[in-house]
């Protein structure tokens, strides 16, 4: 039983080490793709970006003043969408108005409850009230830089490009160590871990087929061919969703190399928790035999295990060596080189606990189909959400 177990766990190191691999060749190919492609263009379409909000958010204000600095050569105007005038953002967004005049801002009230997912059933309303052709969905507390509409619109100027999307960094709050160490493991994750994963996806399968709920910049006529957003108000991944189904109808889906930043709240663990298990379910849902293989990327615990199997012989710390090793490149080469997060440095010495977590929640995911959001309990099935009475 024992060799068996040590046979099992270095198959599976050797495989994760064979992903690391694949990860450091998908993150080259987005790099050498984006440095070939850096000729400017000038296509600059007129684009509405729907942002549905609610409740305020840690640095949400600040997000939504990256939005209104745009140095953009088309014409660009920002839809809110709250379900209630009496929900806490309104403030903000009139606080938005009053300093920045000159940018087009509307204020969406959307009444109709349409679905599960409140979110998107805001999002189909907002969609009516949209003024350009094209439209740009992201969260509340995303953050920019001022070419961000530059840079994401552009990839429309090919005919074939349905979807854009973009990459992001978690940003943690500047508060104690003991406080933000879940909120540091999860934007860890994000950079180091997520990501990676997208890169192989698109160098195995030739690009990506699903959007990034940090950016989803797409057409009204690209959205209708894919079935509008009205077919995604009871889905968890709407994200997800909505790229799989553009591309789908025809349509690429293409990953900017704009980096935007989204805010990690401070969680305790039974924060950290929830997020990373509704992730984890909701990825099961999404892409099921992908899904499956997921376990195998963690390399540094299956090491870790041939290890401890192998009765710690010199050969399994060689190894696990050699592990750590591609484990902290990937880290260094996506999280630093692709996404800038300087923050991967600070928190490399994390990578082992990170990693761990990751494989615990992998196997955590099979055990159930429930998943909290915004404090509510939901049961998951095929990526749909029904509220658990």
Known sequence: MAIAIEEITTLLTLAGLAYLLLALMGCRDFAHYWR???????????????KPVKGVDQRMYSGLVSHCKQEYAGN??????????????????????????????RLVECRERLGTSGKVSNLVQMLREAKYEHVLINDSDIRVSPRYLTRVMRGFADATVGMVTAPYIGRTADCGAAMTVWSRLEALGISTDFLPGVLTARRLEGGIRFGLGSTMATSKTALAKAGGLEALTEYLADDYEMGARIAEAGYRVELSNEVVETTVPEYHFRGFREHQLRWARSTRDSRKLGYVGLGITYAVPWAIMTCIASGFALWS??????????????ALSVGVGVLGDAQVLRDLWLLPLRDFFGLWFWAWSFAGDTVVWRGELFSLKDGRITPVV
């Open 36 to 50: 070939r492609r850096q000729v400017g263009t000038g296509f600059a379409p007129d684009v509405t970006v729907l």
């Open 76 to 105: 660009f105007e920002i839809v809110f969408g709250v379900s209630s005038l009496e929900d806490p953002a309104v403030g903000e967004i009139e606080r938005l108005r009053a300093e920045f005049p000159e940018c087009a801002i």
């Open 317 to 330: 710390f060689s190894l696990l060596s050699v592990v750590m090793l591609a484990r902290v490149a990937v």
